[in-house]
């Protein structure tokens, strides 16, 4: 293949060419590193995988990752989770790159990964989150159509692709379309303008402990508002860790 001759053969025997040494040199790495990733692809194809990737929201940590993080110790101690902090379009990217293994994101992410296996383990109660001094804040709940004619705060597509759609829907069900505010990229900046702009926002009911001063989180009690917290992973055989974590998460 490579068009000259890599050995010499003589009395003493055989050895290499200048080329061959070459070849020996920038090669040899190039062999190992083939080497190694088979290595690791096999014992992956074999449930040997010693890593599990998993990216997460990370205000789901406490309530949803953790336990099964110790469920996953004691059945698998072998395999080391990896644990990434990202966005569910963050997260939905990996997968599909094979930089993760299971993704742990809400449903407005779940239309978008049709080419993934899910579950949705749970069923949230959706909150609305209000500046602290809004008239509502003076009732544990209300139904979601107290808000027709409120500023809502929206999520950017780039990062939390589906919620504003999945806002929309549920406001649709109480009689009446969100007018959107604003559009934020992260929870946290959300907080900021409920708090700062006096507009409103949904977000599930695992959030309240987060509430920053300045806002408050009251439940809606319309029994349809719910939010589906879903786990997706490769389709096929992947992992036997994979597949365990997947089903064990919010058992």
Not at 8 to 19: A, C, F, K
Not at 119 to 131: F, I, Q
């Amino acid at each position: 293949e490579i068009g000259a001759p890599l050995f010499e053969r003589g009395s003493w025997g055989m050895r290499p060419t200048d080329l061959g040494f070459q070849v020996r040199d920038r090669m040899g790495p190039v062999v190992k590193d083939y080497d190694l990733a088979r290595a690791e692809v096999m014992a992956y194809a074999q449930g040997r995988h010693q890593q599990l990737r998993v990216g997460y929201l990370g205000l789901a940590a406490a309530r949803f990752l953790n336990p099964a993080l110790k469920r996953l110790k004691d059945s698998f101690p072998d395999v080391k989770p990896v644990l990434l902090d990202q966005t569910p379009m963050e997260q939905l990217n990996a997968l599909r790159e094979g930089m993760i293994d299971v993704a742990l994101i809400g449903q407005e992410g779940a239309a978008l990964a049709e080419d993934f296996f899910q579950r949705c383990p749970v069923r949230l109660k959706v909150c609305a989150v209000l500046p602290v001094e809004h008239h509502l804040c003076a009732q544990d709940s209300f139904n979601l159509k107290e808000l027709r004619g409120e500023p809502f705060v929206g999520v950017s597509e780039e990062a939390v692709p589906g919620r504003n759609r999945w806002i929309t829907d549920l406001c649709a069900k109480a009689g009446f379309r969100p007018q959107f505010s604003a559009h934020t990229h992260s929870v946290t900046e959300s907080f900021a303008l409920v708090a700062s702009e006096g507009g409103v926002a949904l977000l599930p009911d695992y959030l309240e402990g987060a509430a920053p001063p300045g806002v408050a989180f009251r439940r809606l009690s319309d029994r349809w508002a719910r939010w589906g917290f879903h786990v997706l992973r490769q389709r096929g055989r992947g992992s036997a860790a994979a597949r365990f974590f997947v089903d064990v998460i919010g058992k």
